[in-house]
């Protein structure tokens, strides 16, 4: 019988292998800023050795995209409005034809129209919600169902979105997007039970408020994060950094058995009631 105890036993479980994404690829899907929780997963994929595709959301946002995909090493660039017809296949297309398969991708992307957002749900238009809908929570079942041969290609993956606790609860001023990130959390668990058998998993991180481009949008934004700092048992806020750090690891390996989850990353704040 070996001898578990002895040093050597034990210096050999220390340098076990720490998971990693080398040789893995990867899309990116909502890059805006340096700022974006989509940066901060997407460096932590090519920190871990992964290579990515990166998208960007229109020329206007390309001069801010571009530069930061292009750092990350990024071998695939390109344009993608989930509301354009064909932009989203296009780049699905670009992977096949470049790495002919795909290991994850992150789908990081929300929206309302600003007066829809700023009322209250019973004000909603219709067109409205189904347009918020469409980019936040559709287009995630569009990106799964183009990268579902794709991963089974590479004999399984790993899908991630990105919800909020107003999801859950009733978060003021959040309006409209909680119903449709709480949508987009259900979609998770039944692409989840779609995909599990072809080794493909399907994930929701739920980070505490970021100060993000997007989250500008959100009336009292401000005031969200401060209630966030004092009542979170860590007293402070999370970072990109640590989101996406959380999400690589999700994306390895290691986590081939973390299906169908909602992950927060919000410092507790979820667990205060």
Known sequence: MPDTTSPAAGAAVRTARVPDLAGK?????????????????????RDLGAEL??????????????????????????????TTENELEAVYAEIEHTWGKLDFILHSIAFAPMQDLHGRVIDCSRTGFMNAMDVSCHSFIRMAKLAEPLMEKAGGGSMQTV???????????????????????????????????????????????????????????DDLMVKATERAPT???????EVGSYSAFLATDAAKSVTGQLVYIDGGYNIIG
């Open 163 to 221: 919800s909020y606790f107003g999801a859950e609860k009733v978060v003021e001023h959040y309006n409209i997007m909680g119903p449709v990130k709480a949508a987009l959390e259900s979609v998770t668990r039944y692409l989840a039970a779609d995909l599990g058998p072809k080794g493909i998993r399907v994930n929701t991180l739920s980070p505490g408020p970021l100060a993000t481009r997007a989250a500008s949008g959100i009336d009292h934004f």
């Open 53 to 82: 595709a990166v998208t960007y959301l229109n020329p206007k946002s390309e001069r801010f995209v571009r530069p930061l995909a292009e750092e990350l090493g990024a071998s695939i660039i390109m344009p993608c409005d989930v």
């Open 235 to 241: 007293h402070h806020l999370t970072t990109i950094e």
């Open 25 to 45: 690829r990867g899309l990116v899907v909502g890059i805006a800023n340096a700022s974006s929780i989509a940066y901060g997963c997407a460096k932590a994929y």
